[in-house]
């Protein structure tokens, strides 16, 4: 107790929490949890008390923490490399590594790997080679990406730009890209040929909006938005940063209706939630328009891209994929999940939706005036009952490591129900 309080003193003394309201967690009477260690999909604090990862450690960790596989290629690795420069050198891990991530579809489609850091420097890489191309191509006029209401992307300024949601944005609104917001597909259908033909991309989260509230799109649009794309000649970006990886029920929530973007940007999930890395990737079309003298160059890059310990972290990702049949094996706990939802959330006064799609669930309670922070209350006494996960306002979220056993999940159902109780 002694350790943790010093620990928390040093803490409020000196860091600065993202997404958190620090006078909040200052103030005398809050505690922060101190998370020490971790155990598949259990976490453990500083004073010995065990959770249950809900939120697989703010939407990361896929196979759990401590996995031995994971575990090893990091131990390997650093035995040997941590890391090198990609600007003007190359190393194994990054190789093998685009490698495999393009293997995952077809032949002559994702066909390059350009390594960035987190999520929001993969968006900004695929906008910025999105621009660039069309003025390598003799557009330079095509600079406006189209993004839909309620949007996420990332923090940086070019990422933020794209997004819909103020409190991530509205301070920022003039700095970034050129984006025009949208509500849904049909509305597409509206813009005028002049407009479109200022369009160089459009950018989605695919299956479901994340931050919006785990928002799922209907059935089919993603086919014809691609469709859409096609017959007008823009880009096609697809923010799978949270969406990929298993979390849908597929490798990549695209596969549900068989779309391959022009950029693909990932994250998150990329090295089993071990290490900051993120990737975009495109097809020959567009890498091929940057090939000839300095001036097509691509300058964009990060000091840590391609990093050999982050590369072969997510070889190893990828290899539990495929030795342990995760994807094959995931019906069984998605169907579960959904099965204890229903049962401890359906018709409940308080709730009044539930979404599912794979291993993410939202349940949306209230009506509550948000800044009453009712659905950050009820995650908060979630604790109580062993279970660690944040809302999106009042959207309860769930979106547990694959790897949760369905005793696991049932748990994290009830604790759930059990705050809410409490709460509410």
Known sequence: MDHTRKLRDLDKKHLWHPFTQMADWCAPDHDPLILVSGKGATLRDSEGKEYLDGNSSIWTNIHGHCHPHIDAAIRTQIESLAHC???????????RLAEKLTSLFPGDTLTRVFYTDDGSTAI?????????????????ERVRFLSFENAYHGDTAGAASLGGIGSFKGRFD????????????????RLDSEEIKKITAICI???????????????????????????????????????????????????????????????????GGYLPLAATL???KVFSAFLGGYEETFFYGHSYCANPLGCATAIASLEVFENG?????????????????????????????????????????????????????????????GLLTRPVRDTLVLMPPLCTTTEQLSAMVVALKQACQRVL
């Open 85 to 95: 420069s990609a600007l003007g050198f190359s190393n194994e891990p990054s190789i």
């Open 124 to 140: 900004e890489c695929a906008c910025k080679m999105a621009i660039q191309y069309r003025q390598l191509s003799g557009e330079p």
């Open 174 to 189: 003039g700095t970034g890209f050129q984006v025009s917001s949208i509500p849904d597909f049909e509305s597409l259908s």
């Open 205 to 271: 989260e695919p299956a479901i909006q994340g931050a919006a509230g785990m928002r799922t799109w209907p059935t089919g649009m993603l086919a014809d938005l691609r469709k859409w794309c096609d017959h007008n000649d823009v880009f096609l970006i697809l923010d799978e940063v949270m969406t990929g990886f298993g979390r849908t029920g597929k490798m990549f929530a695209c596969e549900h209706e068989d779309v391959i973007p022009d950029f693909l940007c990932l994250a998150k999930g990329l090295t």
């Open 282 to 284: 495109t097809n020959e």
């Open 325 to 385: 049949r995760v994807l094959e094996n995931l019906d069984t706990s998605i169907n579960h999940l959904r099965d204890e939802l229903a049962r401890h959330f359906q018709g409940e006064a308080y709730v009044t939706d539930i979404r599912q799609i794979g291993m993410i669930a939202g349940i949306d309670i209230g009506p509550f005036d948000w800044r009453e922070l009712t659905g950050a209350k009820v995650c908060r006494v979630a604790w109580e009952f």
